[in-house]
Structure formats: C-alpha cells, structure tokens
C-alpha cells in the first residue's frame, strides 16, 4: 500500500485519467499527431426531472489546466506499468496545456446538446484531460442543478447546505458548497468550503449536545449562554415541550434572551411550525424565527411553502448533496475537429454534429426566449 496522502493536488492531477488517456497519447506521439483538435463539453439530454441544467466547474477545469504537468513521481510510476517508452516518458515530462477554451460563465442555464466547453489545442493535450474535465463539470452541474430547483421552491426563504457527512466524498463535498452557492444557497455547514471559497458559514448544535445534559432546558441554557444569538434544536424529544422550555429561557433571561430561531428536524414539520409559531407568537416571541431541516429536497420545501408553513428558512442535506433523484447526466466530452476538419459520431444515440460550436441565446422582451446551436464564427 502506498504510504503517500490519498488526495488530488497538482503534483498528482495528472495521473487522474483513465490509462487509455496516456495509452492514446503515446501513439498519437509516435505517429507524431499533434495537430489542433478540438473537443466538445455537453450533456446529451435532459433528464426527465430536469427541465435546465446549471454550468459549474468550469472555474476548477481552468485552473487545473494552467497547472497541469507530470510530477517526477508521476513519470516514475506511469515507468513501472512496463507500458510506456523511455522517449515517450522524456517527451511526457515536459507536457503543459498549451491551448485555450470558450466556456459559458459559471451558473449560466444550458440545456441538452449545448456545449458547456469547447477546448481547442494540440490532440494530445486536449485528449489527456477528458476525465478531469468530465469529473469536475458533471459533479458541480449535478449539484448546483439540484441546488437551484431547492432554492426556486423556497420561494426566497433562506436555504443551508447541510449535507457535507453523506456526500461521496471530501472533495465532492467541498466543491458541491461551491456549486451549491453559486446556485443560490445562503451558507453551508462545511468549515473548510467557506474557509476556500469565502462561503457563509453556519451551524448550531446535534441532538447529542442535548443527550449529553441531564436535561433539555439545562442544555439550552448553557449554549445560549456561550452563543446568545444561536439557533435552538428543539425536537430532541418532544418538539412542543422544547418551544414550551424555549419560552421559558426567554422568561429567565428577559432582556438577555437573543435567541435567533429554532430548528425543527423531524416530524410533520408544517404542523409543528404551525403549532410552534403560536407558542411563541402567544409568548410575544414574535421575532423568533423557525428553521426546518430533516431529509429536505425541493419537493418537501415546495409542499411546505405551498401548505403556508411558517417556516423562515430550510437546511437541505442528502438529497441535495447527492442529487437523490437525478444522480448522474449523459456527460460527454467529444472530438468535433482535428486539422481544421469536423470530426463527427453516428453510433445511435449518441451522435454529434462535427465541428466547433457557438450557443446564441435569444431575449424577447428581456427575458430568454430560447437558444440557437450554430458553428463557430
């Protein structure tokens, strides 16, 4: 086993490609094709519960590629695959991304068969980083995607991203509160994503802090004592009973009591916000605001909205974090041209027109009316 940190950087991006990547470069390099190709970025359809996509990763792909180059290391292990030639491996070392991309801007709408990217540069370079480029761009679409349908729902109620602990992976997670963000979310849970991007932080406290006292109006005494203005957790047992001690908290403390709002995470939540906004509002706790959390998605949040829930803001995790419903797109990355000449592909279903692309998006009384596919120039 290697005794190396299992984490993506750029002494080692280079090595994340499928091997038939490098298989292919090196005989491109022996047959010395290096001409300019051109690769197309797109989806190829809508999924059936999605009527748009939202674009995101492209910002990750440009940076990847001005960096990208095969460490020493690299060289050294793609050397012990007893695949690769001594003169290739030499020539491998010196590789860069020479070329350029036209993209649309990150959270542009796009729509099936338009191309998200178009990467133009000698075949070689831009055959290398199809996996890259796929990975990155499918995930941060995937997500913001998901994303703006839960913000569209909220109807401009607040929207957390809370779901960091179940989405595949670290830096699935910490890229998806970027994609999340650029969607419309309002902050996440992910200490490390807001330290990265400048995100929003936020959170309050787990069921556990409220286990760990002897009982559950001790545990919101001291935690509004440490953080006076934070959000209470109240269903640990028994939802009216924590706003009945909520109310009693703002009794004790009086002018002291800042409490912000209340969590509710279980349950029927519009009933019990319902139920729970009386309580407060009889108390004259008006201004305390209700958050509701709890295997959230768009639908939930919309059916809450409908239903007229007094619900100030949502925190959606799983099924936003993991795009429950729609968890993969038909992404593609495709040569349209090599040596000033279209390249195409008539396999059924998946065909594509040859040559570089340019989207027109066309506004009827300022607001887009629809797109048009046409060749570059």
């Given amino acids: 086993m290697s005794q190396t940190t299992p984490w993506v950087d750029d002494s080692n991006v280079a090595l994340f490609t499928d091997l038939y990547e490098i298989t292919m470069l090196q005989a491109y390099f022996e047959q010395h094709m290096f001409d300019d190709a051109a690769f197309s970025l797109f989806i190829r359809r809508l999924p059936a519960r999605r009527n748009y ?28 695959l007893g695949t690769f030639s001594g003169e290739f491996l030499t020539w491998l070392a010196d590789f860069r991304f020479t070329g ?4 649309v801007a990150e ?45 569209a729902a909220a109807a401009g109620r607040g929207v957390v991203d809370f779901g960091a602990r179940r989405i595949h992976g670290t830096d699935a997670a910490v890229k998806g509160a970027r994609a999340f963000t650029i969607a419309g979310i309002d902050g996440t849970s992910n200490v490390l994503a807001g330290s990265l991007y400048g995100i929003p932080v936020t959170g309050t406290m787990a069921h556990s802090f409220i286990q760990a006292y002897g009982n ?19 269903d640990t047992y028994d939802t009216l009973e924590g706003a009945a001690k909520v109310v009693s ?43 509701a959390s709890g295997g959230l998605d768009e639908y939930k949040v919309a059916k809450l909205v409908s239903a007229g829930a007094p619900i100030d803001g949502f925190g959606v995790g799983t099924a936003m974090g993991v795009s429950e419903d729609t968890p993969s797109l038909d992404i593609a990355y495709k040569l349209v041209s090599y040596g000033g000449h279209g390249r195409l592909k008539l396999a059924p279903g998946k065909g594509n027109p040859p040559g570089r692309k340019q989207v027109f998006r066309i506004e009827k009384d300022g607001r887009a009316a629809g797109d048009v596919i046409a060749r570059h120039g």
Avoid: W
């Fill in 107 to 151: 959270g542009t709408p796009v729509f099936g068969n338009e191309p998200i990217l178009e990467l133009v540069a000698p075949l070689p370079e831009a055959q290398l980083i199809e996996t890259y480029v796929m990975n990155q761009v499918h995930l941060q679409t995937l997500l913001a995607s998901k994303a703006a349908r839960v913000v």
């Fill in 249 to 291: 908290l703002a009794a004790e403390l009086g002018d002291d009591f800042r409490v912000q709002a209340v969590r509710l995470d279980s349950g029927d939540l519009a009933a019990l916000a319902g139920q729970c906004r009386a309580i407060f509002d009889d108390a004259g706790l008006t201004g305390l605001k209700i958050i």
């Fill in 53 to 80: 996509f939202l674009a995101c990763g492209i910002d990750d792909v440009l940076d990847y590629l001005e960096h990208l180059h095969f460490s020493a290391d690299s060289i050294d292990y793609l050397a012990s």
């Fill in 216 to 234: 559950e109006a001790d545990a919101f005494r001291a935690f509004a004592r440490i953080y006076p203005e934070t959000v209470l957790l109240i």
């Fill in 100 to 103: 350029h991309v036209s993209a």
